[in-house]
């Protein structure tokens, strides 16, 4: 794990290009790639111009999620050409440019290249905004992607479990020493609606990280409960965010709270 005084960033120049926002996590399985994808999708039906990278190399779930496991992009001047979705989200991975299935060991270097080759890809010159999924906790792609792509704003996403919490405010901290803003938290598997009786119930707790969010003054964006509907639309290549069922809404919501 890189330590956070490693971040030594000189911004001078502005960067051309899309904007960019990160969305990260302390830890692994809270969310992040759900709400990546179905943020995107949100913010397309809005009509914002949005990409997506998925730059969690280590566990690529974005190919799942928007169904595109057995596409291999196209290369242009030996650089990939992102991938068109039928939800209005130009996506790439990792996971479209290695081999399916097999087991990722990267060290420090091969990471750093593997984020510099999906950022810089042929992101169309229309694009405004880059969202990318980005691995868990503070690692060589999120250093190498503060210091040589300077996002806009950093969204983290974590669970209303104490431990998620305690490691989203360390990845929040890589952020602020690098003077990449917080743009805000998201509360994900916050509560969850019993399909039979329709009584919710909180099987991780639920507020946690709307409250953390106050101690560390930082904007809330918003709550997704957990609903089996959100992981099966995910696992089908049919993200809840791209139809009109109630679980599209705290997207929807949360896409919104973003461009304000
Ligand atoms: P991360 O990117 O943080 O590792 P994922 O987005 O891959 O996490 O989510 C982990 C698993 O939890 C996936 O199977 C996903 O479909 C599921 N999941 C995520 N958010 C929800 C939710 N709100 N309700 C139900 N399942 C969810």
Not at 19 to 36: C, E, H, Q, R, Y
Not at 196 to 215: I, L, Q, Y
Request: charged content about 20%.
């Amino acid at each position: 794990r890189a330590d956070v005084s490693d971040v030594r960033v000189v911004m001078t120049a502005e960067r051309k290009g899309p904007m960019i926002i990160a969305v990260g996590s302390g830890k692994g399985g809270v969310g992040k790639s759900t709400l990546t994808a179905n943020l995107a999708i949100a913010l397309a039906k809005k009509g914002v111009k949005v990409g997506l990278v998925d730059a969690d190399i280590y566990g690529p779930s974005q190919p799942v999620i928007f169904g595109s496991q057995s596409v291999r992009p196209d290369a242009r001047d030996n650089k990939p050409v992102p991938i068109e979705s039928k939800y209005g989200v130009p996506h790439l991975s990792m996971g479209h440019l290695v081999t399916p299935g097999k087991a990722l060991a990267w060290r420090g270097p091969m990471a750093s290249g593997a984020i510099t080759q999906l950022l810089e890809a042929h992101w169309s010159s229309e694009t405004e905004v880059l969202l990318v999924d980005l691995p868990p906790g503070t690692g060589d792609v999120q250093l190498t992607m503060i210091q040589k792509f300077k996002p806009a704003g950093a969204v983290l996403v974590s669970t209303p479990q104490d431990l998620a919490l305690i490691d989203a405010a360390r990845a929040g901290q890589l952020f602020d020493t690098a003077g990449v803003p917080v743009i805000g938290l998201v509360e994900n598997m916050s509560g969850y609606a019993c399909p039979h009786c329709g009584e919710v119930s909180d099987p991780f707790g639920a507020g946690g990280v709307e409250a953390a969010a106050g101690r560390l003054e930082l904007p809330f964006l918003g709550r997704i409960p957990l609903d089996m509907a959100i992981r099966q639309g995910s696992d089908a290549g049919d993200p809840p965010a791209a139809g009109d069922g109630p679980m599209a809404e705290p997207f929807n919501a949360i896409a919104t709270r973003l461009g304000e």
